[in-house]
């Protein structure tokens, strides 16, 4: 499995971004996806995540109404579209894979294959 984030860049604060996360290999459908975030000096944290089919998505407090998970399996990417962004946002932003047949997880370690991060930096 590989994952190709990008989509990242420099906004102002209010503005908006839109993240994509290309994954190869078969059965994309099959498995979790999860957007985490690291700041500089900080550690690696949860943003969003959605289940196989899309139904069911989770959000971190920090971005609740602001950000919106999605995936189209039939193009097996995920998306990450970013609203109301604000400086405290800036990071580099991961996609991330779940092999295992689960609910959506929320913790860095129950994924599996990671993407190479995309910058996303929000001038005040």
């Known amino acids: 499995v590989q994952l190709q984030a990008s989509g990242g860049g420099l906004v102002q604060a209010g503005g908006s971004l839109r993240l994509s996360c290309a994954a190869s290999g078969r059965f994309f459908s099959d498995y979790v996806m999860g957007w985490f975030r690291q700041a500089p000096g900080k550690e690696r944290e949860f943003v969003a995540a959605i289940s196989r089919g899309g139904g069911t998505t989770s959000k971190a407090d920090s971005v609740r109404g602001r950000f919106t998970i999605s995936r189209d399996n039939a193009k097996n990417t995920m998306y990450l579209q970013m609203d109301s962004l604000k400086p405290e946002d800036t990071a580099v932003y991961y996609c991330?894979?779940?092999?295992?047949?689960?609910?959506?997880?929320?913790?860095?370690?129950?994924?599996?294959?990671w993407g190479q991060g995309t910058q996303v930096t929000v001038s005040s």
């Open positions: 991330a894979i779940d092999l295992r047949p689960r609910g959506v997880e929320t913790t860095t370690t129950a994924y599996d294959y």
